[in-house]
């Protein structure tokens, strides 16, 4: 005779957190159901290491009593421990196990268990349940629950029936061998959900492939297809029947599961287009275990090709993370850094604490150290693969290099030990690009400095008036054309003792005594000139004659402190947040004049007959100084017109 027994007041509103808040999506119940079936199954195989029976889990689907039946013959439950282990929610049948485990192993050696010495009793148990709660989560997609099931050894086999927070019933029941059977009548669909879908059973497969695929015990179910009978003599149209057939649909042993000898490349790369929806090869691959206080196996992946959406807010970085072969999180993001957003793969840890259910991980000490474990790992491949095998880092760089770069800016030159050797840059040397190592072993032994030209894009830099001088003198160039790359030499400050220096900004003391001599004496000549110019140019600091031209009549150059690129960045911080540039971040403007150009000629020629022409030609140069820096000129059609003016003069 059964008796209904009521929850405890806490229990009623924790199942109700459990159906209605915690889990979200419905479909967790599945994992979590053959998670606890699994863990019954290792603790029978624990206690009966010698057992000839075949170790199973089934899932049964019956449409029209809208039932869902999963079933094991694992170590099943006495009607206490049903009592004890469904009765009170967040009840860990697990963990009394495993305390259980823990003592047997230290009476090992005892005299008086001598027959059981060679009783596998190690602590270190498969078993991940909280079952209590996990298997609360049925009545997420159920009306009704019953709970059938026989302890090992036992003659005795008890339901445990439920409705959900009402309470419960145990009475009596009948099943042949050991184990628990747990059959879920589904609820009624409604405009929200179809709890329907739970019936179909390519939808229950394609649930334990996403979620249970690595269980190591067979989970089976039946498949009905249709199979073509022979036609008969009276009648030339075939006829079909249906046919059942029982499938294991879970693989079992995961590929990180295996010695890392019995693993080819390919198989590695096969893995990674599958189970991350590739259709090229990674460019490498890192499969690592660690064993400790918190030990985990990890598979990661550097891709080949950078995802479309990868700079914007659709992409969404993170591992998959595995507690025992049963997926917790598709894209753990506490997993890695987020300079390392791009990596792939997958964590498998034995020791993660889990918090109520497997989906809300408890973020802890655990989880701290497998990131930082990671990101050492990750770092050591980059720097192997950039030494070992230069041109698929170069690919690496050009598809992920601005995650690395962020590392450093994002953290404010914090990271800048452990990433800097892995930046990379185009250079003078015919656009190579060259690690800042590469780089101080390419300049001169005279050169204290690591000279740097920032723009749009690698082309231009090539371009510009201060890279020809350096050429001219046999330095070489970094060319920067990201963003934040000049604030990132700023955080760095110098690579090798070796400062890093804005050629476009301040002086770059290139020029021997003579011939710094020589251009004092040019400035101090043509003062009067200089000068005029510079009252023509009010936006000007200061007009002068500059030895960092070679081929080219004018540039602007930036005075110590702030540099265009700086300024250029700020504007933008300033643009996005909706606020006008501060006047104290706009860097100051030298307007740099060529001695050896003839338009110097023709300004000092005019600067006694035409100081109007003078006026005329240092607008121009100083727009087309303007233009060659990045900057936009304040009135394009006066300039177009002064331009037209000064070709129409050529002519006569």
Same mark, same amino acid.
């Given at each position: 005779?059964?008796? +209904?027994?009521?929850?405890?007041?806490?229990?009623?509103?924790?199942?109700?957190?459990?159906?209605?808040?915690?889990?979200?999506?419905?479909?967790?119940?599945?994992?979590?159901?053959?998670?606890? %079936?699994?863990?019954?199954?290792?603790?029978?195989? /624990?206690?009966?290491?010698?057992?000839?029976?075949?170790?199973?889990?089934?899932?049964?689907?019956?449409?029209?009593?809208?039932?869902?039946?999963?079933?094991?013959?694992?170590?099943?439950?006495?009607?206490?421990?049903?009592?004890?282990?469904?009765?009170?929610?967040?009840?860990?049948?697990?963990?009394?196990?495993?305390?259980?485990?823990?003592?047997?192993?230290?009476?090992?050696?005892?005299?008086?268990?001598?027959?059981? @010495?060679?009783?596998?009793?190690?602590?270190?148990?498969?078993?991940?349940?909280?079952?209590?709660?996990?298997?609360?989560? &049925?009545?997420?997609?159920?009306?009704?629950?019953?709970?059938?099931?026989?302890? @090992?050894?036992?003659?005795?086999?008890?339901?445990?029936?439920?409705?959900?927070?009402?309470?419960?019933?145990?009475?009596?029941?009948?099943?042949?061998?050991?184990?628990?059977?747990?059959?879920?009548?589904?609820?009624?669909?409604?405009?929200?959900?179809?709890?329907? +879908?739970?019936?179909?059973?390519?939808?229950?497969?394609? *649930?334990?492939?996403?979620?249970?695929?690595?269980?190591?015990?067979?989970?089976?179910?039946?498949?009905?297809?249709?199979?073509?009978?022979?036609?008969?003599?009276?009648?030339?149209?075939?006829?079909?029947?249906?046919?059942?057939?029982? +499938?294991?649909?879970?693989?079992?042993?995961?590929?990180?599961?295996?010695?890392?000898?019995?693993?080819?490349?390919?198989?590695?790369?096969?893995?990674?287009?599958?189970?991350?929806?590739?259709?090229?090869?990674? *460019?490498?691959?890192?499969?690592?275990?660690?064993?400790?206080?918190?030990?985990?196996?990890?598979?990661?992946?550097?891709?080949?090709?950078?995802?479309?959406?990868?700079?914007?807010?659709?992409?969404?970085?993170?591992?998959?993370?595995?507690?025992?072969?049963?997926?917790?999180?598709?894209?753990?993001?506490?997993?890695?850094?987020?300079?390392?957003?791009?990596?792939?793969?997958?964590?498998?840890?034995?020791?993660?604490?889990?918090?109520?259910?497997?989906?809300?991980?408890?973020?802890?000490?655990?989880?701290?150290?497998?990131?930082?474990?990671?990101? $050492?790992?990750?770092?050591?491949?980059?720097?192997?693969?950039?030494?070992?095998?230069?041109?698929?880092?170069?690919?690496?760089?050009?598809?992920?290099?601005?995650?690395?770069?962020?590392?450093?800016?994002?953290?404010?030159?914090?990271?800048?030990? $452990?990433?800097?050797?892995?930046?990379?840059?185009?250079?003078?040397?015919?656009?190579?690009?060259?690690?800042?190592?590469?780089?101080?072993?390419?300049?001169?032994?005279?050169?204290?400095?690591?000279? !740097?030209?920032?723009?749009?894009?690698?082309?231009?830099?090539?371009?510009?008036?201060?890279?020809?001088?350096?050429?001219?003198?046999?330095?070489?160039?970094?060319?920067?054309?990201?963003?934040?790359?000049?604030?990132?030499?700023?955080?760095?400050?110098?690579?090798?003792?070796?400062?890093?220096?804005? @050629?476009?900004?301040?002086?770059?003391?290139?020029?021997?005594?003579?011939?710094?001599?020589?251009?004092?004496?040019?400035?101090?000549?043509?003062?009067?000139?200089?000068?005029?110019?510079?009252?023509? /140019?009010?936006?000007?600091?200061?007009?002068?004659?500059?030895? +960092?031209?070679?081929?080219?009549?004018?540039?602007?150059?930036?005075?110590?402190?702030?540099?265009?690129?700086?300024?250029?960045?700020?504007?933008?911080? @300033?643009?996005?947040?909706?606020?006008?540039?501060?006047?104290?971040?706009? %860097?100051?403007?030298?307007?740099?004049?060529?001695?050896?150009?003839?338009?110097?000629?023709?300004?000092? &020629?005019?600067?006694?007959?035409?100081?109007?022409?003078?006026?005329?030609?240092?607008?121009? /140069?100083?727009?087309? %100084?303007?233009?060659?820096?990045?900057?936009?000129?304040?009135?394009?059609?006066? !300039?177009?017109?002064?331009?037209?003016?000064? /070709?129409?003069?050529?002519?006569?």
């Amino acid at each position: 005779m059964s008796e +209904r027994k009521e929850f405890k007041a806490e229990s009623r509103r924790l199942l109700d957190l459990m159906i209605n808040s915690i889990y979200t999506h419905k479909e967790i119940f599945l994992r979590e159901l053959i998670s606890n %079936a699994s863990d019954a199954l290792d603790k029978y195989s /624990l206690k009966n290491h010698k057992m000839p029976e075949k170790l199973t889990i089934r899932i049964d689907l019956k449409e029209e009593n809208r039932t869902l039946t999963i079933s094991d013959n694992g170590i099943g439950m006495t009607r206490e421990e049903l009592e004890e282990n469904l009765g009170t929610i967040a009840k860990s049948g697990s963990l009394a196990f495993k305390e259980e485990l823990k003592k047997a192993k230290e009476e090992k050696e005892n005299a008086e268990a001598a027959e059981n @010495a060679d009783a596998p009793v190690s602590n270190d148990v498969d078993i991940i349940g909280q079952f209590g709660v996990g298997f609360y989560s &049925a009545f997420m997609v159920s009306k009704h629950v019953d709970v059938i099931s026989k302890a @090992a050894g036992s003659e005795d086999a008890w339901c445990w029936s439920s409705d959900g927070a009402d309470g419960y019933t145990i009475e009596p029941a009948v099943r042949t061998d050991h184990g628990t059977t747990i059959t879920m009548t589904l609820k009624d669909d409604d405009d929200v959900e179809s709890y329907s +879908r739970y019936l179909d059973s390519y939808t229950i497969s394609n *649930l334990i492939k996403k979620y249970s695929d690595y269980i190591r015990y067979p989970i089976e179910m039946d498949f009905t297809t249709q199979k073509m009978v022979e036609a008969t003599k009276d009648s030339d149209n075939p006829e079909f029947e249906d046919v059942t057939e029982t +499938r294991v649909v879970n693989s079992m042993v995961p590929l990180w599961k295996k010695p890392k000898s019995e693993i080819t490349d390919e198989e590695f790369d096969q893995f990674y287009m599958e189970q991350f929806g590739s259709y090229t090869k990674p *460019l490498e691959h890192l499969f690592f275990s660690l064993e400790g206080n918190t030990s985990f196996t990890a598979l990661l992946y550097v891709p080949s090709k950078r995802p479309e959406n990868f700079f914007t807010n659709a992409y969404k970085p993170g591992l998959q993370l595995y507690s025992r072969g049963v997926m917790i999180e598709n894209r753990c993001e506490s997993l890695l850094p987020d300079y390392l957003r791009f990596v792939q793969g997958l964590v498998d840890s034995q020791d993660l604490s889990l918090n109520i259910s497997r989906e809300m991980l408890q973020h802890d000490h655990q989880l701290r150290f497998i990131k930082k474990q990671i990101e $050492k790992k990750v770092l050591s491949a980059l720097k192997s693969m950039q030494e070992k095998h230069p041109e698929d880092y170069l690919t690496f760089w050009k598809n992920f290099g601005l995650s690395i770069k962020a590392g450093i800016y994002d953290s404010q030159g914090a990271n800048k030990d $452990k990433l800097q050797d892995l930046l990379m840059y185009p250079t003078s040397d015919e656009g190579k690009f060259k690690s800042l190592k590469q780089f101080v072993e390419s300049m001169p032994e005279e050169d204290k400095d690591i000279f !740097y030209l920032s723009g749009k894009n690698t082309a231009t830099l090539e371009k510009l008036p201060a890279a020809a001088k350096l050429k001219s003198k046999g330095y070489p160039v970094l060319f920067l054309s990201d963003e934040i790359d000049e604030f990132i030499m700023q955080l760095i400050g110098e690579y090798d003792g070796h400062a890093f220096r804005n @050629a476009a900004q301040g002086d770059l003391d290139l020029d021997s005594e003579e011939e710094k001599e020589e251009l004092k004496s040019q400035n101090e000549a043509n003062k009067e000139l200089l000068d005029y110019m510079n009252e023509a /140019l009010p936006e000007v600091s200061e007009v002068r004659l500059s030895n +960092r031209l070679v081929d080219d009549p004018v540039m602007l150059v930036a005075g110590d402190g702030l540099s265009f690129e700086m300024e250029h960045l700020f504007g933008m911080f @300033a643009e996005q947040a909706g606020e006008a540039p501060m006047d104290g971040l706009k %860097a100051s403007r030298n307007l740099e004049i060529n001695p050896n150009n003839p338009i110097w000629t023709v300004l000092r &020629a005019d600067f006694a007959t035409d100081k109007d022409a003078v006026k005329d030609i240092a607008e121009v /140069l100083y727009d087309q %100084a303007c233009l060659i820096q990045g900057f936009a000129i304040k009135d394009p059609v006066e !300039y177009s017109r002064k331009i037209s003016a000064l /070709l129409a003069r050529s002519v006569k």
